[in-house]
């Protein structure tokens, strides 16, 4: 049962323009909520998180948005650049107790920003 | 100076055999995680140690045993490796006023003939 879920396997954006990408997930527990960053032969990289006690946070070009009683959030991307194309994974985190974390992924988005 | 380094970035093995999977970090980071990457393109968690104490050990057969000498480094050995191995392996550090954050290695392809 997938706890996290995002249910765009791609997504198209032209250069200049805003990227959202979502994610839903079911579980309640979940305390901080993550995106991830993957290039292909690359491990993920962290891009921004977000507390289930916020609903914004912003970075830079990249805001997250959290509705927690839709338990849904978004990572917006504006203005979407070329380098900006790769794959998005959408996480939550539980504590797991002794300082560990445990993180549920998303299958994750593939994002194409077109020149 | 690569924060979480895992070697060997590719490795192709015959069924049967036993291979390891090693991981290093120099981020000062208590915690130390395996993660795997399915053909389904599903991250999911294998293991967690915590200064050299298993946390989270999901449902993962036990020809999988990590191993971790020290909190830098948490290895990943497989025995008897199966077709069904083949995934890519991701180690993984954190600690606890990181926000949750985990910092992850480049990735390990294990393919299985």
């Known amino acids: 049962d997938q706890q996290v879920k995002q249910n765009s396997p791609s997504l198209s954006v032209q250069e200049g323009r805003i990227s959202i990408l979502n994610c839903d997930y079911t579980n309640s527990m979940f305390d901080y909520f993550l995106w991830y960053k993957k290039y292909p032969a690359e491990g993920p990289t962290f891009l921004i998180s977000?507390?289930?006690?916020?609903d914004k946070n912003e970075d830079g070009r990249f805001t997250v948005f959290l509705n927690k009683s839709a338990k849904h959030l978004s990572l917006h991307i504006v203005p979407s650049q070329p380098g900006d194309s790769a794959v998005y994974f959408c996480a939550a985190s539980e504590w797991s107790g002794a300082g560990s974390y445990q993180l549920t992924f998303g299958k994750g988005t593939k994002l194409s920003v077109i020149p | 100076d690569t924060a979480v380094s895992q070697t060997p970035k590719y490795l192709v093995t015959q069924m049967g055999n036993d291979k390891s999977i090693k991981c290093e970090q120099n981020l000062g980071h208590d915690t130390m995680y395996w993660y795997k990457q399915d053909s389904k393109k599903f991250l999911k968690i294998m293991f967690s140690y915590n200064n050299k104490e298993l946390i989270i050990n999901e449902t993962v057969p036990n020809r999988f045993s990590p191993k971790s000498p020290d909190k830098a480094h948490l290895n990943l050995h497989i025995n008897s490796l199966e077709l069904g191995d083949s995934a890519v392996y991701f180690c993984?550090?954190?600690?606890?006023?990181?926000?949750?954050?985990?910092?992850f290695g480049e990735g390990s392809w294990l393919t299985v003939v």
């Open positions: 993984a550090s954190s600690r606890p006023d990181s926000g949750n954050t985990i910092y």
């Open positions: 977000i507390s289930s006690i916020k």
